[in-house]
């Protein structure tokens, strides 16, 4: 049996940055990944290799923000390995059926000017609405960047900023009150106390849906963050698709003598005596952890299929079944459609330049369009008689991944993972066919055709993933690629249930991390490096402490003198 101090299932983007930072501290680390490349829901890839050669597609993740609130890129030195973000800007268009549009660009000055043009109050209200929950995400920032019950560790990623926003929502009783109103309201309820016109509170209500969950539900509200970060800090692309951050995690990992090995598919973790001593793979192989096994898939598949139920029950009698029935899946996900392009989209009703296709693009008519293409998806109906979508042009800001004068479009369309009726039928009995996928890719294509009507005669090939292909290939429970829903309740100290939210597990040497675990899904690599604190802190004590507080220190003294 070869043996490892650790072992990390999976090697998506925030395994490999857990490993990284674990091989830094000197432990020797073995990464396995059940597909023949690492990365993920963060990987570039030619899905249609013989139909559109040197097409580069993102079959998932495609915009990076998350990560840029953190230190990841910065301490683990990935621009030496080849990183390179390029920023969007605009990052926001979206067409409106009167002809409106709403342009966001990443100045919220030039962007109030844009809503300006067709409403004078709404562009003040705007410059309100971002000031308020940039201040919000300013003072939580400290948690997404500790693990969520480390008090030492919140405590000390507080600079004076920062401290100044967080006193500036929870300044006094009342201010505090209003808050906490605030956040237990929907986005719908937040919008509407600040906008009038249907061409912005369509947008911000599909932003704040990008959380999956419908802009009518309760406690929801904080979605707004979904488009203000695109302002600050900013929304970025690796050059060269989202495989662009994993390769430079590859060459870091493996530089510094990490060991990933793929088509790995992990089927079994170990337990010897209440202790995770290692992995049994597809074919029998075993693999030792010397130290501790790091789960990058969700907490569901893990204990539920990887781990037997008796060194479950002895650890903790009630976790297989809080796991069942406590966590949350509202049946959203999504059908991807990457299509190769002849020539750039053309919004030639609405003052169409191609700048307005550097960013995000959502085909959102209304409010009421976004709640449809939402709420239907939780009874499992498809909401495709007037599809809603989100799009992106990724040849616009980054040319190289396509060939001279072609293009990529990215669609991400809202659907149901177990079609309502079709139980038993389709792919995992989830009622998705081929030919189902392909007729509702027809009508996506069909609305985006209503505002760039030269979709159709520009496509060359196209793909089409649907949900249950989705939930397949990147091995998520019920192909939800945030692991689990990331609702107010499911998040922080309750993600993915109290008793597990420190990356930590009643079987001694049994650690999560990945999207199920805080600060929860999208690219930002913290729950790798929150998780590889906790190891730290579990094996190291001294040491960690004493680095956890010369960091502190010197962001404290760097936060004093610069004056923020």
């Known amino acids: 049996m070869q043996a490892y101090d650790v072992v990390i299932i999976g090697a998506g983007h925030n395994g490999l940055v857990c490993a990284a930072y674990l091989l830094k501290a000197g432990y020797s680390v073995l990464l396995l990944e059940k597909r023949s490349i690492p990365g993920g829901g963060s990987t570039t890839e030619e899905t249609m290799p013989q139909e559109a050669p040197g097409f580069k597609f993102n079959p998932c993740a495609i915009n990076h923000i998350f990560i840029h609130l953190g230190q990841v890129v910065e301490e683990l030195e990935l621009r030496k390995y080849g990183l390179e973000y390029l920023y969007c800007d605009p990052v926001v268009f979206c067409p409106h059926p009167d002809g409106k549009y709403f342009l966001a660009h990443r100045s919220v000055e030039k ?103 419908p802009p009518s539900q309760k406690a929801m509200a904080f979605g707004a963050m979904m488009m203000v970060l695109r302002h600050n800090p900013g929304m970025a692309r690796p050059r060269g698709g989202s495989g662009g951050l994993v390769d430079a995690l590859v060459k870091l990992v493996t530089s510094i003598g990490g060991v990933i090995l793929t088509e790995q598919d992990v089927e079994q973790v170990i337990v010897d005596d209440g202790k995770a001593v290692g992995v049994r793979v597809a074919g029998g192989k075993e693999y030792r952890a010397n130290k501790g096994v790091i789960s990058n898939i969700d907490a569901k598949r893990l204990f539920l299929q990887l781990v037997d139920e008796k060194d479950i029950d002895s650890a903790d009698a009630n976790l297989r079944d809080r796991l069942d029935r406590r966590i949350v899946n509202n049946n959203e996900t999504i059908l991807k459609i990457d299509c190769a392009l002849s020539e750039p989209l053309k919004f030639e009703h609405h003052d169409h330049r191609d700048e307005y296709l550097m960013g995000s693009v959502l085909i959102a008519d209304s409010v009421n369009h976004v709640e449809k293409a939402h709420t239907d998806c939780t009874i499992g109906l498809i909401p495709d008689e007037d599809p809603s979508m989100y799009l992106v042009m990724p040849t616009a800001l980054d040319p190289s991944m396509a060939p001279e004068g072609k293009h990529t479009l990215w669609i991400e369309f809202f659907a149901p993972y177990q079609i309502a009726g079709a139980e038993g039928t389709g792919l995992k009995g989830t009622g998705w066919t081929d030919e189902l996928k392909n007729t509702v890719a027809d009508r996506v294509i069909d609305k985006l055709a209503q505002y760039s009507p030269n979709i159709n005669n520009s496509i ?105």
Not at 150 to 169: E, P, T
Not at 496 to 516: C, Q, R, S, V, W
Request: proline content about 5%; charged content about 25%.
């Open 111 to 213: 962007t109030c000017k844009e809503i300006a043009r067709f409403s004078d109050r709404d562009a003040e209200q705007y410059a309100k609405y971002v000031e308020y929950w940039q201040r919000f995400v300013n003072s939580i920032d400290a948690f997404f960047n500790s693990p969520p019950k480390s008090l030492v560790d919140i405590a000390g990623n507080y600079d004076f900023k920062k401290l100044q926003d967080l006193f500036s929502v929870i300044g006094g009783v009342d201010t505090t009150l209003d808050l906490l109103r605030t956040v237990l309201s929907s986005p719908l309820d937040n919008i509407n106390e600040y906008f009038d016109c249907e061409f912005v509170k369509a947008p911000l209500a599909r932003m704040s849906a990008e959380l999956s969950s």
């Open 460 to 564: 060359i090939a196209r793909h089409v993933e649907s949900p249950a292909e989705l939930g397949e290939r990147l091995g998520s429970y019920k192909g939800n690629y945030y692991h689990i829903d990331m609702t107010l309740d499911q998040m922080l100290c309750f993600r993915p249930l109290p008793e597990i939210a420190n990356y930590k597990t009643p079987i001694d040497g049994l650690f999560l991390t990945g999207a199920g675990t805080h600060p929860g899904g999208s690219i930002s690599g913290l729950p790798g490096r929150n998780c590889a604190r906790v190891f730290l802190q579990e094996h190291k004590p001294i040491a960690q402490a004493l680095k956890d507080a010369r960091d502190t220190i010197t962001s404290t003294v760097k936060s004093v003198f610069k004056g923020d």
